[in-house]
């Protein structure tokens, strides 16, 4: 009724609201959790469907996710992204809470083909940063301290080095049967999951599930770490070896830019490879290399 309306708007304070949206409706919130639903390769080389769940800080805008949604989807900087809501393109420059986005609400996000090089705006930028990405793995690698004088040997030994540090574990098997996973205690994983460690002991070690966050414990013979010598990879741009002798100038990469690294599973490797990969473990512990 009237009376009631009345009473409403005295107490309602004057707030931006949406285009659209009642003047009597409660003020968006900005969401403190979205999902990221997009499209990636999966390491079969088919094109999947992947939702992410992020984390949002306060007051959260549509260009800072923009920003997290590179590393998430592998992106080149040349790439210009969109994220879509109900079909509507959210611009940059605003809030979330500006299009009303509820918490656990679903963003889309569409990737653009790539730009010439000309048209981006930082391309003048110093190249200190750049990603590895690969179909096997969850997330880039991120390779700080270089520049367009390094050559491609030195981009491998960076990269190895990285890879130690960053110390990531595959499933070499997969182990999800409900009931022998019950009886041991186990968290199920399949073949080829990325794992991050987060403890454990001999035998068994706890392990986080990079693809939705779970964490729980494996045997230690259902995983392995992933040591990459840096003769035993191979580092591509855009279909491209980067030679081992070629600075990276030669390629016109531009700063944060997407490169592509190729290897072959830790339980696949030739004996060479492997033998190669078993020394540098050792070296990590101080023996001898055999």
Same mark, same amino acid.
């Given at each position: 009724?009237?009376?009631?309306?009345?009473?409403?708007?005295?107490?309602?304070?004057?707030?931006? &609201?949406?285009?659209?949206? #009642?003047?009597?409706?409660?003020?968006?919130?900005?969401? &403190?959790?979205?999902?990221?639903?997009?499209?990636?390769?999966?390491?079969?080389?088919?094109?999947?469907?992947?939702?992410?769940?992020? #984390?949002?800080?306060?007051?959260?805008?549509?260009?800072?996710?923009?920003?997290?949604?590179?590393?998430?989807?592998?992106?080149?900087?040349?790439?210009?992204?969109?994220?879509?809501?109900?079909?509507?393109?959210?611009?940059?420059?605003?809030?979330?809470?500006?299009?009303?986005?509820?918490?656990? #609400?679903?963003?889309?996000?569409?990737?653009?083909?790539?730009?010439?090089? #000309?048209?981006?705006?930082?391309?003048?930028?110093?190249?200190? &940063?750049?990603?590895?990405?690969?179909?096997?793995?969850?997330?880039?690698?991120?390779?700080?301290?270089?520049?367009?004088?390094?050559?491609?040997?030195?981009?491998?030994?960076?990269? !190895?080095?990285?890879?130690?540090?960053? !110390?990531?574990?595959?499933?070499?098997?997969?182990?999800?049967?409900? /009931?022998?996973?019950?009886?041991?205690?186990?968290?199920?994983?399949?073949?080829?999951?990325?794992?991050?460690?987060?403890?454990?002991?001999?035998?068994?070690?706890?392990?986080?599930?990079?693809?939705?966050?779970?964490?729980?414990?494996?045997?230690?013979?259902?995983?392995?770490?992933?040591?990459?010598?840096?003769?035993?990879?191979?580092?591509?741009?855009?279909?491209?070896?980067?030679?081992?002798?070629?600075?990276?100038?030669?390629?016109?990469?531009?700063?944060?830019?997407?490169?592509?690294? /190729?290897?072959?599973?830790?339980?696949?490797?030739?004996?060479?490879?492997?033998?190669?990969?078993?020394?540098?473990?050792?070296?990590?512990?101080?023996?001898?290399?055999?």
């Amino acid at each position: 009724d009237r009376a009631f309306q009345k009473r409403s708007c005295v107490k309602c304070e004057p707030v931006t &609201r949406p285009f659209g949206m #009642s003047k009597y409706m409660p003020p968006p919130e900005s969401p &403190r959790e979205v999902k990221i639903k997009y499209q990636a390769l999966d390491w079969h080389g088919r094109m999947e469907d992947r939702v992410v769940i992020q #984390s949002l800080p306060d007051e959260c805008s549509v260009q800072w996710l923009l920003n997290m949604c590179y590393d998430l989807a592998a992106a080149s900087p040349r790439q210009p992204l969109e994220l879509h809501y109900w079909g509507k393109v959210l611009e940059p420059s605003k809030l979330l809470r500006d299009y009303a986005v509820k918490p656990h #609400s679903e963003l889309k996000l569409v990737i653009r083909p790539k730009l010439p090089r #000309s048209m981006l705006p930082g391309a003048l930028v110093e190249l200190s &940063r750049l990603r590895l990405a690969s179909s096997k793995l969850a997330a880039p690698i991120v390779i700080q301290g270089v520049t367009s004088e390094t050559t491609g040997a030195e981009l491998r030994a960076l990269a !190895s080095a990285q890879i130690k540090r960053d !110390s990531i574990w595959f499933c070499q098997q997969t182990a999800d049967d409900p /009931d022998a996973c019950e009886r041991a205690g186990t968290m199920p994983i399949k073949k080829g999951e990325q794992l991050t460690p987060e403890g454990g002991a001999k035998g068994v070690l706890k392990m986080r599930r990079v693809r939705d966050g779970m964490v729980g414990t494996v045997a230690e013979a259902d995983v392995v770490q992933l040591i990459l010598p840096p003769d035993v990879m191979r580092i591509l741009f855009e279909c491209e070896p980067i030679a081992d002798e070629e600075q990276l100038a030669r390629y016109r990469l531009v700063n944060n830019e997407v490169i592509f690294l /190729d290897f072959k599973w830790p339980w696949a490797a030739d004996n060479g490879e492997l033998a190669a990969c078993k020394a540098a473990k050792k070296d990590d512990k101080g023996a001898k290399k055999k």
